[in-house]
C-alpha cells in the first residue's frame, strides 16, 4: 500500500472518530434538552419497537405504561404486550431499578418524554404493573401523577421493603381512596418471599372498596407467558425452577389478566 493511500485511509478514519464524536454529543443534548434521565430514554428507544400508536375512539386514554416484576424483560410479558396493542393501547415499557421511589418519579417522565418526541396529544395514561411494578404502579396514581392515571391493573403487588401501603403504622402508608384512578388488584398464593402481610388484600384492608381478584392456584410469576422463548429474562426461568414452581391455576391466571385488559382498555 502506498503512502498516500495509508493517508486516506487514516484520513478517513479520523472523518468517522469525528462523526461518532459528533452524534455522541448530539445525543448528550438531546437528553439535556429532554430534561429526561438517560436510564429513561434508553429505555423508550430499546423498547420502541413494542409502540404501535393508534386512535384513540373514546375516553380512556389509549397509552399505557407496563411495569415489570424485578430483573424481568418485555418478552416474559409479550402475549400480554400484545393483547394491550390489540386493544389499540400505546406501550411504553419501563424496566425496573431498586430504589421504588425514584422508579415511581421516573414514570410520569418518561410519559412526558413520549409525548413531547412523538408530539402526542394525549394527556393521560395507564399503568399496568406486576409484582414490584404492581407497587410502583399504585405508588404513582397514589403520589406521583395522581391527576393523569386513568386506570391501574395491579398484578400480585409485593409491597414490601419498604412497605408503601402495608405499614402497620398506618399513617406513615399511602391512600388510594378517593384518588381520580380507577384500581384493580390481583393477588395469587405468591411463593416463599412473598408475605401475604405485603400482598393486595393487605392493601384492601387500608383501602376498603377497592377492587381485587384472587387468582387460585397460581403462582406469583402467572402472569408472565409460560415459554417466552430464548429471547425472556433468567431471572424468570430461574423463578419458575426454585422459588415461584408453576402451579395448575397460571394458565387461567393469565388469561384472566388479559381479559381485564379487553374488558377496561379496549378503544
Known sequence: TST?????????KRSLYISKALIFVLYISLIDLCAASEEIVETIKRQSRLLELQPNNKT????TIFLPGRNLNDYDYKSTINVLHEQGQTVLFIDTIIDDIDYARRVPIAFDYYVQQTKSSATSYNIIGHSFGA??????????DKERIGIVISLDP???NPPRFTDKTSSKNLSLLNIPA???LTVTDGGPTISSDHQALAIVKFNPGISVYKDEDSSH????????GRQGSLPLKIFR?????PKSGDAASLQHAQEMIVEHLSL
Not at 425452577?241 to 414452581?245: D, E, G, P, Y
Open 4 to 12: 498516500i493511500d495509508k493517508m486516506k485511509i487514516t484520513s478517513s
Open 221 to 228: 410469576v402467572c402472569y408472565c407467558d409460560p415459554d417466552p
Open 241 to 245: 425452577a426454585t422459588l415461584f414452581r
Open 158 to 160: 409485593n409491597d414490601d
Open 135 to 144: 407497587k410502583i404502579a399504585l405508588m404513582v396514581a397514589a403520589k406521583f
Open 182 to 184: 380507577t384500581i384493580f
Open 60 to 63: 380512556i386514554s389509549n397509552i
